[in-house]
């Protein structure tokens, strides 16, 4: 079976994407690592990459898809860059902001709401029998997201994605506050290979979305299975 690894958000989140990773789970072979907590040295994505390459190592991956969720889309862009011939197909959902624009525009989205109501429509739980994820890491959020805050304004990021060579597919939803469009744009120019699909009346988390959650996971799982003869 294909292998596919997963990538939670936050940064600090662990477990937030189980659900994801369980509706996977009939088609591919499935890992969805917590990543490193809090604790010790400042947390950086470099530390993240490290660990991801790590983990494929011991498992003996070769070229999964990374399937990255928000802060997870980032992450894996973050890891095929570093190691391009490690990695397989990527899939970026509710991809995180790379530029100040696409910042600007995603405080605006939020507004007065609360951060947990603009992220998402007509959410539902669809695996109620899931254990809850653990304690969200604030620390792990701070020092991960500041590491990246720098690498973007030092002009790391996105110019390194132009070493990224696989396939790359955005899935976004046209209420989530993170601006698909924009976000796209900013990453268009390093990844001229990259697919985009958005949906209407969807929030951050298509796969909890009434209105679009099986158009969501057949779209995923035909693409991720039209790419594993050249990459899985």
Not at 1 to 20: C, F, K, Q, S, Y
Not at 25 to 33: G, I, N, S
Not at 167 to 196: F, K, N, T, W
Not at 204 to 220: G, I, N, Q
Request: hydrophobic share 45%; net charge negative; proline share 9%.
């Amino acid at each position: 079976m294909t292998n596919v690894i997963v990538l939670h958000g936050g940064p600090g989140a662990p477990g937030d994407v189980d659900d994801l990773a369980f509706g996977l789970a009939d088609a591919f072979t499935v890992l969805a690592p917590h990543q490193r907590p809090s604790g010790g040295a400042p947390l950086t994505v470099a530390r993240h990459v490290e660990d991801l390459r790590e983990l494929l190592a011991t498992r003996g991956l070769h070229r999964p898809a990374l399937v990255g969720s928000s802060w997870g889309a980032m992450l894996a862009l973050a890891f095929a860059a570093a190691y391009p011939d490690l990695a397989g197909p990527l899939v970026l959902i509710g991809c995180g902001t790379f530029d100040e624009g696409a910042r600007a525009q995603f405080r605006a989205a939020i507004g007065e709401r609360k951060i947990e109501e603009a992220m998402r429509l007509y959410y539902y739980d669809p695996f109620p029998a899931l254990p809850e994820p653990p304690v969200f890491d604030e620390r792990a959020n701070a020092e991960t997201w500041a590491d990246m805050l720098r690498l973007q304004k030092e002009g790391v990021y996105p110019r390194a994605f132009a070493s990224i060579r696989g396939p790359v597919l955005m899935l976004h939803g046209a209420a989530d506050p993170h601006p698909g469009r924009m976000i796209l744009a900013s990453l268009r120019p390093c990844l001229p290979q990259i697919e985009y699909r958005e949906w209407e009346r969807c929030g951050h988390y298509p796969w909890r979305e009434k209105s679009v959650r099986d158009e969501f996971f057949a779209t995923l799982k035909a693409w991720l299975w039209n790419q594993r003869s050249s990459n899985l």
